[in-house]
């Protein structure tokens, strides 16, 4: 029963972390909080039921198309809006995402209406037996996913060009710039992989939280809570965050009720900003937001 | 092709402001720029880097206008600020970070070669290639920050204090590379330099800064030989931020 809770947990704990891991990169590269993460995910969940139930593409089509708009979505609230005020402080910042952000709810509660939709199960849900213990083979998916990711990412900034500059951006952005680093381009770029991140999220979750435009509404809330226990800044301490994240509610959930589900990631938050304010892998020397 | 700036006014803050400045950087000169603290010797590379906009004045060299270019662009003409305090990637390898210097260029053979030119230059960056930048110490720092300049196989070389806070024995060692620099790959550098003794004695010519204006010009010997320069430099700071 607990080793099963476990792994559920980490299941969804590595979908909570796929938005922790945007939140990180985008903040660490722009000061912005990214309020507007988890509706990236919301758009990519409707634009996914429109590509695959109503212009019945198949499921990777849907999928690729999916992908791509979350993608140009994410790339021209950067273009639009976040280019515009790069240089103001960072509640400005903070404040102009809390804008997308309403401005994405409003206009899908308008085009794909406020009630919750289904979304296909892509994987089936009968458990599968991984060393006897029963998990949805869903779950298993979700977490071979959501590493195949992380595994992405890590080569992505470890071999390529552009991402080492993501990451020196990251140190010091001046510096960057004065080596002839293309600063405007490489931040585009990072609210690129937010999309990227945001269009698996969505799909992935859609099947569990069904749709609608406060589908991730309580799934932000956690994602920026894994994003703090990384302190903003670290990508393994987000994921670490939100994998405990996602066992903390599943253990709760399972031996106090789903009512408190959402208050676990309340209650670890608030722990976090009390004993590790800079996060669990913090202590890092880094510039002021 | 010199690099030239003439009448170069800018309005970083009150303090650091240039008040129209004009001078140039002769082709496979070194060039040291003095003055006491708050002058705006550092204000003038970041005008020349592009990481500040002229509000006045023009700035040449090879024949293009760079006062209105990027600071991309301005690498990509060949010139290459390495600024003060050392500012390499803390959290990259030390290859990462020389990487990171060339990353406008696309020859990927040249890359390898100056890579290992840096390497010889500097065998400790070899030695630490996988260490965090962060983790060298302050004269392994300042190595490496001009090897990442150097990486962008400049024609000019912008350097601001290259001696800060470093103990004597490395400020020598500095000085012998900045030389070194200049006579083998025919580099123009316009060194930015507290230490105005060591910097004219590897520069040709000096310029001297008083509050945003270019009060004393010469050669190197000229500029040694006048008293003007040391009491210049060791006046008060001027300018209280």
Known sequence: MFAQQLMSGIATGSLYALTAVAIVLIFRNTRTINLAQGDFSMVGAFMALVFFQVLHLSLILAFVATLISVIVLAVLVELLVMRKIRNADWLTLFTATLGVYYILHGVSGWIWGRDTKSFPNIFSVTPVSIGGMLISEAHVINILIAGGIGLLLFLFFKYTRAGIAMRAITDDVEAAQLMGIPVKFVVTLTWAVGGFLAAFAGMLLAPIIYVSPGMMDTVLIKGYVGAVFGGLYSIPGAIVGSLMIGIAENIAGGYLGAQYKVTIAFVMIVLILAFRPRGLMGGQARREV | ?241
């Not at chain 2, 008083?210 to 040391?230: F, N, P, Y």
């Open chain 2, 1 to 241: 092709m010199p690099l030239k700036l003439m009448d170069v006014e800018a309005n970083y803050d009150a303090c650091r402001a240039l008040k129209g400045i004009s001078f140039e950087v002769p082709e496979g000169s070194i060039v040291a720029l003095l003055g006491p603290n708050g002058a705006g010797k550092s204000t003038t590379l970041r005008v020349i880097s592009g990481v500040i906009r002229p509000s006045a004045g023009t700035i040449e060299f090879d024949g293009q206008r760079l006062e209105r270019s990027s600071p991309e662009a301005i690498v990509k003409f060949g010139i290459v600020h390495i600024p003060e305090g050392r500012r390499v990637f803390p959290t990259l390898t030390v290859l990462e970070n020389l990487k990171m210097g060339a990353y406008m260029r696309r020859d990927a053979s040249g890359i390898r070669d100056d890579l290992e030119k840096v390497y010889g230059l500097f065998p400790i960056l070899k030695k630490y290639a996988k260490h965090h930048a962060g983790s060298l110490s302050g004269g392994e720092q300042q190595m490496l920050a001009i090897g990442r300049g150097l990486m962008a196989r400049p024609r000019v070389l912008l350097l601001d204090e290259p001696s800060l806070g470093l103990s004597p024995k490395l400020v020598t060692e500095i000085f012998r590379i900045v030389r070194t620099i200049n006579t083998e790959n025919k580099t123009s550098i316009l060194i930015v330099e507290q230490n105005a003794r060591m910097a004219l004695g590897v520069a040709h010519y000096g310029y001297v800064l008083q509050v945003g204006k270019i009060v004393i010009s010469g050669t190197a010997r000229e500029l040694e030989e006048k008293d003007a320069v040391t009491s210049s430099y060791m006046g008060r700071v001027q300018c209280n931020i």
